[in-house]
C-alpha cells in the first residue's frame, strides 16, 4: 500500500521565521519518488522538488530545503526565514514504480504573518 | 509553451447538465492523468491513460467518462451533474519520473 501523512493540517508563522513541514510515506516499492508541490491561493499547483529513493542526499534551493531519510521514511521540507509570499498549501507525495500515479498527502497550510 | 493546459479554466452549471474539460499536453509523454481536489484539499487520482489506453479506474461514477483521442489529449466528459461534483479537477501528464500539472479546472455545480 502507498500512503503519503501530513500531521500537520495548519501552521502559522510570523514573517523570518524558519518553519518545517512534515511528510512521512509509507511504501513497499523498492523505487519510488518523493514531490512537493505549492499550492498558492492563485489555485495551481507548483512543482519544488523530486527525489528518488537511491539519493538521500538532503537538498538545498535558496530559502528551501529538504530532508529525506529512509530511515524514518520521511521527507520533510524547511523554510528559512519566511516571507508573506510562502502563504500556500503543501503537498508531499508518492510515485512508486509502476503506473506513475501520485499519492498525495492532505496538505499543510502556511501562513505567514507580516 | 504551456506544458499541460485546460479548458475551460472556470466552469459554473446547473445540476443535471452535462459539461466536459479538456486536456492538453505537448510534452510528449505518454500517461496522462486525471485528478479531483475536494473542498478540503483532498487530491486524488480519477483516471489514467497510458498512449491512449485507460490503465487506472478508480472508484468513480459512471457519470465521468475520459476519453482520450490520442497521447496529447485527455478529456473528461461528466454527465447529470450532481452537486458533489463541484470540485477543482486537474489534468497531469508525466514521463518516468516527472509529473507535470494543468492550471486545474474549477468546477461549480449549483
Known amino acids: 500500500a502507498q500512503k503519503v501523512t501530513q500531521a500537520q493540517t495548519e501552521i502559522s508563522v510570523v514573517e523570518k521565521e524558519d518553519v518545517t513541514l512534515d511528510c512521512v510515506y509509507e511504501t513497499r516499492d523498492t523505487t519510488y519518488y518523493l514531490f512537493w508541490y505549492k499550492q498558492p491561493p492563485s489555485g495551481e499547483l507548483v512543482f519544488l522538488i523530486r527525489?528518488?529513493?537511491?539519493?538521500?542526499q538532503n537538498e538545498i534551493s535558496g530559502r528551501y530545503s529538504w530532508n529525506f531519510q529512509k530511515s524514518t521514511s520521511s521527507f520533510n521540507f524547511t523554510i528559512t526565514a519566511s516571507q508573506v509570499v510562502d502563504s500556500a498549501v503543501y503537498f508531499c507525495a508518492l510515485r512508486g514504480s509502476t503506473l506513475g500515479r501520485l499519492y498525495f498527502g492532505r496538505g499543510t497550510q502556511l501562513t505567514v504573518w507580516p | 509553451d504551456t506544458a499541460v493546459s485546460q479548458t475551460p479554466k472556470y466552469l459554473v452549471t446547473q445540476m443535471g447538465n452535462d459539461k466536459s474539460i479538456k486536456c492538453e499536453q505537448n510534452l510528449g509523454h505518454d500517461t496522462m492523468y486525471w485528478y479531483k481536489q475536494d473542498s478540503k484539499k483532498f487530491l486524488k487520482i480519477m483516471f489514467s491513460?497510458?498512449?491512449?489506453?485507460?490503465?487506472i479506474n478508480e472508484t468513480v461514477p459512471n457519470r465521468f467518462s475520459p476519453k482520450s483521442p490520442d497521447k496529447a489529449h485527455l478529456n473528461l466528459h461528466i454527465n447529470s451533474l450532481e452537486l458533489g461534483d463541484s470540485a477543482v479537477y486537474f489534468c497531469?501528464?508525466?514521463?518516468?519520473?516527472?509529473?507535470?500539472f494543468g492550471p486545474g479546472t474549477r468546477l461549480t455545480v449549483l
Open positions: 527525489r528518488n529513493s537511491f539519493d538521500e
Open positions: 497531469a501528464s508525466s514521463s518516468r519520473t516527472l509529473s507535470v
Open positions: 491513460y497510458n498512449n491512449k489506453e485507460l490503465i
